[in-house]
């Protein structure tokens, strides 16, 4: 089946600090998500990106979705302490009827050290 | 108002015992899913409905059986729980049908135990 390989897995960081995470896959995704899970939530939507090079912003946050549609990136800035938490992407491969079960990359845990 | 919402939130039961997990969204979305999320905070589809009709059953246990009363209702039922099933099912949504820009909400998780 498909697969997302996301990177990093954990990082540890201080306040203020830019943070960059991404995600690949050998196939190829119509779209894809940046979900957060805060310990004992579920994954919160954060960014959707739906065509091929579309660079889209969340305040802090910023996304982009490959020009080849097999990899995604994050970019965190000016992270603070309530940004601690797991990062997912999730990538859409539609074949029709939109009701296709998203692929989940294995997170990033992001720790801000003050 | 929670848009997808999931009961029980925490659910500890004996291995053998059958138990169900209820999901209700408000969005009126025609797509709705169950996740599992393992100890290793892994997701990964088990079922999709759309309309109240099975999409997608991956490789699941047929102890496990999804029941949806309408569109807004997707109800997870596990026969026979197992040790290995304990961990987080999570519920979510999504408009459908569209076949683009899908995006999906996800419950705040059922956190399942079996002892």
């Known amino acids: 089946g498909q697969q997302l390989n996301q990177s990093p897995q954990s990082m540890f960081i201080q306040e203020g600090e830019d943070v960059s995470m991404n995600c690949t896959s050998s196939?190829?995704?119509?779209?894809w998500l940046w979900y957060k899970q805060d310990p004992g939530e579920g994954p919160v939507l954060l960014i959707a990106l739906y065509k091929a090079g579309e660079l889209t912003s969340n305040g802090r946050l910023t996304a982009q979705f490959g020009i080849t549609r097999k990899d995604s990136f994050l970019n965190i800035s000016a992270s603070i302490p309530s940004d601690v938490g797991i990062y997912f992407c999730?990538?859409?491969?539609?074949?029709?009827?939109?009701?296709?079960?998203?692929?989940f990359g294995k997170g990033t845990h992001l720790i801000i050290q003050p | 108002d929670t848009a997808v919402s999931q009961t029980p939130k925490y659910l500890v039961t004996q291995m053998g015992n059958d138990k169900s997990i209820k999901c209700e969204q408000n969005l009126g979305h025609d797509t709705m899913y169950w996740y599992k999320q393992d100890s290793k905070k892994f997701l990964k589809i088990m079922f999709s409905?759309?309309?109240?009709?099975?999409?997608i059953n991956e490789t699941v246990p047929n102890r496990f059986s999804p029941k949806s009363p309408d569109k807004a209702h997707l109800n997870l039922h596990i026969n026979s729980l197992e040790l290995g099933d304990s961990a987080v099912y999570f519920c979510?949504?999504?408009?459908?049908?569209?076949?683009?820009?899908?995006?999906?909400?996800f419950g705040p998780g059922t956190r399942l135990l079996v002892l």
């Open positions: 409905y759309n309309n109240k009709e099975l999409i």
């Open positions: 979510a949504s999504s408009q459908g049908g569209q076949g683009y820009q899908e995006t999906q909400y």
């Open positions: 196939s190829i995704f119509n779209t």
């Open positions: 999730a990538g859409l491969a539609l074949g029709g009827g939109g009701a296709d079960g998203l692929t």
